[in-house]
């Protein structure tokens, strides 16, 4: 079968670990130019060397998806060094569970800088390269989180969800020119966890994550797969989930 990876270059936001750090090998390994954008210089450096000695492409730049900025400079990177655009993926994330009325604002608004806002900095980078060459494909790291809705999750799981609004208009306004996917993870095995802060739902999610979590080289396969379909076919949605995962 074609690898209709190959080739391809393809921006990688939240590269430094986890599932960004799993789809850049994925797709290098595939053949695929890889750019990496991270707030950890060392990890990106590591993760570029890593990718070259292997024999694949890849460059990096250290940025914030919170800096709309940032995020044209790291598209303007990988034009620049490999003169086009094929893919953007939008994995950076944060999570912060809490009780709604436990009123964590710097937590939500966290989510909506990063999840959210930074999602849709990523999009408006890619999107003027993408109208120019009159093609190009996003793809949206969401989360289970958002299709079955619980408790402490409630604006975590907006995030993702705005996303996944936001993603299906831009597929219908485009007239088949872009490419749009969503991936939703379930429990996978990655440092989201670490960062939330409520101490209660941390040592849960933990406990629960090392029960049944996956690999974070499952989603990446789910990226691979989505990328590597013809150009006429359109991979809307994607759940990637452990089989005992609710």
């Known amino acids: 079968m074609e690898n ?3 080739g391809k270059v393809v921006v990688i936001t939240g590269a430094s670990s986890g599932i960004g750090e799993a789809i850049a090998i994925r797709l290098a390994e595939q053949g695929a130019k890889v750019v990496l954008g991270a707030r950890r210089q060392q990890r990106l450096d590591k993760l570029v060397e890593r990718i070259k000695d292997a024999g694949g492409e890849a460059a990096c730049l250290v940025m914030d998806v ?5 995020l044209v400079r790291l598209v303007d990177l990988a034009c620049k060094t490999y003169g086009c655009l094929d893919v953007m993926i939008n994995n950076a994330g944060v999570s912060h569970l809490s009780r709604i009325d436990d009123l964590q604002l710097e937590e939500w608004e966290e989510m909506i800088d990063v999840n959210l806002k930074g999602t849709l900095y ?3 980078a890619a999107l ?3 109208k120019k060459q009159a093609f190009g494909h996003i793809i949206n790291i969401l989360s289970t989180s958002g299709i ?4 402490l999750q409630g604006v975590y799981a907006g995030t993702k969800n705005a996303v996944r609004t936001i993603a299906e208009a831009l597929r219908q306004e485009s007239a088949g020119n872009y490419r749009v996917t969503g991936i939703s993870p379930g429990f996978v095995n990655t440092e989201l966890s670490d960062h939330i802060k409520d ?3 941390r040592v849960a999610i933990k406990e629960r994550a090392a029960q049944i979590a996956i690999s974070p080289d499952a989603i990446a ?3 691979a797969y989505a990328i590597s379909q013809p150009d006429q076919v359109d991979v809307g949605d994607i759940v990637v989930r452990p089989t005992i995962q609710d």
């Open 199 to 201: 101490e209660v739902a």
């Open 4 to 6: 209709n990876v190959k």
């Open 221 to 223: 396969s789910a990226v």
């Open 66 to 70: 919170k800096q709309r900025d940032d």
């Open 128 to 130: 003027p390269v993408f």
């Open 122 to 124: 990523g999009m408006a």
């Open 148 to 151: 079955k809705i619980v408790p």
